[in-house]
């Protein structure tokens, strides 16, 4: 069966970088898009990138563009988000999510990891 | 990105039936057939429920339906059951090549 596992997460002040992870199996990990989408605190999601199932391109919010960056190990399955300059309202819940190829869904979420940005 | 409109909160008892609306722009919902729903139970991940609009995961409760007009989708439960109770949220790829969630609207089963 899919599973999707997040880690790296933590508190961090702002300013700083965080590295985090997601390991995938059960799916041909290759084949698919990979999603990063967060929540913050007692908030709605917020979708934050998409990178390609080659990772030959990523696709992002405007929120993260130029601090965030988005990369993928398909022969260890992982996928990673790299977060630079982190600010207060980055802290949330990031979730790592499988895309459903060809029909524009995210069809298998992580458990998530929590990232709190705080002096 | 503009966030996609729902109303905050929606209820209904055992056995009825409901409908969470989620209204977006000729950018995305109109746009585009890519609406999907997710469900959240609380501290647990979403859960895909519907997508492409209207169409339902393997394991997903036929209960559960997706529908569109113009700018607005719309996700019906029929057949409430207790464990319904959740927040949903329904999201749309747009024009931007980008994905936009709606705020979320937390169903009460009374």
């Known amino acids: 069966q899919v599973q999707l596992v997040e880690s790296g997460g933590g508190v961090v002040q702002p300013g700083r970088s965080l590295r985090l992870s997601c390991a995938a199996s059960?799916?041909?990990?290759?084949?698919?898009?990979m999603h990063w989408v967060r929540q913050a605190p007692g908030k709605g999601l917020e979708w934050v990138a998409l990178?390609?199932?080659?990772?030959?391109?990523?696709l992002h919010a405007d929120s993260v563009k130029g601090r965030f960056a988005f990369s993928r190990d398909n022969s260890r399955n992982m996928a990673y988000l790299q977060m630079n300059s982190l600010r207060v309202e980055d802290t949330a819940v990031y979730y790592c999510a499988k895309d459903k190829g060809g029909h524009w869904a995210l069809d298998y979420w992580g458990q998530g990891t929590l990232v709190t940005v705080s002096s | 990105q503009s966030v996609l409109t729902q109303p905050a909160s929606v209820s209904g008892s055992p056995g009825q039936s409901i409908t969470v609306s989620c209204t977006g722009t000729?950018?995305?919902?109109?746009?585009?057939?890519?609406v999907s729903w997710y469900q959240q139970h609380p501290g647990k991940a979403p859960k895909l429920m519907i997508y492409?609009?209207?169409d339902r995961p393997s394991g997903v409760s036929n209960r559960f339906s997706g529908s569109k007009s113009g700018n607005t989708a719309s996700l019906t439960i029929s057949g409430l059951q207790a464990e319904d109770e959740a927040d949903y949220y329904c999201?749309?790829?747009?024009?931007?090549?980008?994905?936009?969630f709606g705020g979320g609207t937390k169903l009460t089963v009374l």
């Open positions: 990178i390609s199932n080659s990772g030959s391109y990523t």
């Open positions: 059960g799916f041909t990990f290759s084949s698919d898009g």
């Open positions: 999201s749309s790829y747009t024009t931007s090549s980008t994905w936009v």
């Open positions: 000729s950018s995305d919902v109109g746009g585009y057939n890519y």
């Open positions: 492409d609009v209207s």
